[in-house]
């Protein structure tokens, strides 16, 4: 049984640049949350989706663009990239038609983003 | 605005003690409630979920209090093993399974 998949595992931009972040959910989930990670933070929720639509989005710019693909994988786009873009950026998927109390979230291994 | 907190670390104890760990949320709605471990530069692991009063598996045992708004997580007989951070989270809202999260608090167990 399969679990979170991310790439790539690290990543080195400079400012300016664009980057795109990969991630296939656990077997059997339909849903993929992202979520950005500082050095010495919790986990910021960034958005998520289902069924191809962004269904919710915290607090981030909309340098921050993703998209869902048929087959649930899910991909982050960040565009102009700033120094304080440089983070953990880990994806967790769930099943949406289960949600509730039995649906915690599972994560990815993370991709782990520096900005030079 | 709905916030997360969770009490500031570094906790260091040593092995066998018993350690507790307190986090507020200042959206009275909220319901579902989770405790993650994360070990460094790792992903965050679901440890335990809390729906109602409470949960209890093995050494762990976390409590809700909705009245004040909180949720403890306590660690029974601390093994080396348990030292990692320790994150609080609940739902972003109640229309989806997205999550926010505390700053979490850093365990460390020491022989």
């Known amino acids: 049984d399969a679990g979170v998949t991310q790439s790539p595992t690290h990543l080195i931009k400079t400012r300016g640049q664009q980057v795109t972040l990969r991630c296939s959910p656990k077997s059997g989930h339909d849903t993929v949350s992202w979520y950005q990670q500082a050095l010495g933070q919790g986990p910021q929720f960034i958005f998520q989706y289902y069924e191809e639509e962004e269904r919710q989005r915290g607090n981030f710019p909309d340098r921050f663009s993703g998209h869902q693909f048929p087959n649930y994988s899910s991909e982050l786009n960040v565009n102009a990239l700033l120094l304080g873009d440089s983070a953990l950026y880990l994806c967790?998927?769930?099943?949406?038609?289960?949600?509730?109390?039995?649906?915690?979230?599972?994560f990815g291994d993370g991709t782990r983003l520096s900005i030079l | 605005r709905k916030e997360v907190e969770q009490d500031p670390g570094p906790f260091n104890v040593p092995e066998g003690a018993t350690v507790a760990f307190n986090c507020t949320y200042s959206n009275s709605a909220s319901q579902s409630f989770f405790w993650y471990r994360q070990d460094c530069r790792k992903e965050p692991k679901l440890l335990m979920s809390v729906y109602s009063s409470g949960n209890e598996d093995g050494r762990f045992t976390a409590q809700l209090n909705r009245a004040s708004q909180y949720i403890s997580l306590l660690i029974r007989d601390s093994k080396l093993s348990d030292s990692a951070t320790y994150l609080c989270a609940t739902l972003y809202n109640q229309a989806g399974t997205a999550l926010i999260f505390g700053k979490g608090t850093t365990l460390s167990v020491s022989s």
């Open positions: 967790a998927s769930s099943h949406f038609k289960r949600q509730g109390r039995h649906q915690p979230q599972h």
